[in-house]
């Protein structure tokens, strides 16, 4: 067994089969990337159960790698390139020391599958991933995990990461301040300091306005949904103005239409009238002298005075457009 200080040296080219590479249970506390890169079919890398606390600088070369199993190490913090690994599909980061994730996850568009069971998880990321005690949980969890990251906004990544910062050199002082108050406090007869640590209240407060900040940005990626309704609704009110306006041309159109049927009709049947009463008239005055037997007493002058008048005009008419222009 090496010893902690050691680096274990592991033969790559032995560990290669076909496209998968198995890097487990060998010690490692840094990743060999340069020899993992050249084998350039190697797609799926497995460098579980080892004592790896970082992935490197030059990890996010790795892009072809489809599957990454890095569960139970000690990994602290992922790269900020991380999310340069784009045809990442499945990653298991089960049982390490991430509190938080880089906000370039929302690169990862492919991600399916995403295990982060056994890591002291802030609360908001907490909530962010969820359980993923199953299949189903994990691939939630990347699901919510790559929107939530593509939708943050640069504002709040910043002060996220300066809220850790301060976090941790406030932490660290304030160790050290415990530290001296306990040697003062045994030198001079065990007296307890009653007065509170400010800084390392303003650093709760900085780390909690962190949490704060990204547990604000689910709501308003849920939210989107609202807008979408939104969206909707203004789309059904067009749909339904369009529909008004349809209604209103096809009434339109149907009126034109039944003026113009009518207007033909009362046309057709007034050229037919004239042939008629040309033909009785002219024609065979014997059927008009029957038809005017029907016609009632009262009506019968008025009407035979009318048809004469109208007789005489139209052979009037007929007469003169049978000369010719020289008898004028």
Known sequence: MPKPGDKAKVNVKERVVDESCDLSLSELSEIPVREIASFKRVTVLDLSSNRLASLGKNFSILTRLVRLDLSKNQIKFLPEDFGQLEQLRHLDLYNNCLEHLPISFGQLRRLRYLDLKGNPLTPAWEKIVGCCSTQKDCQQAAK???????????????????????????????????????TNGGAAGGKKSTKPNNKKAKAKKLAGGGDNELTIKPVNVAGSGGTATALGSKSTQKNNQKKKNSKGDSWLNLLSRAALSSLVTFLVLFIINLLIIYMIMFKNPDIADKLVEYIPHQYRDWILTKTEFFRLRVTDWISEFRTPPEEH
């Open 144 to 182: 919510n995990t790559v929107s939530i990251c593509a939708n943050y906004k640069p504002e709040f990544i910043e002060r996220e990461r300066l809220a850790a910062q301060e976090s941790q050199k406030m932490a660290g002082v304030g160790d050290s301040s415990a530290n001296a108050v306990q």
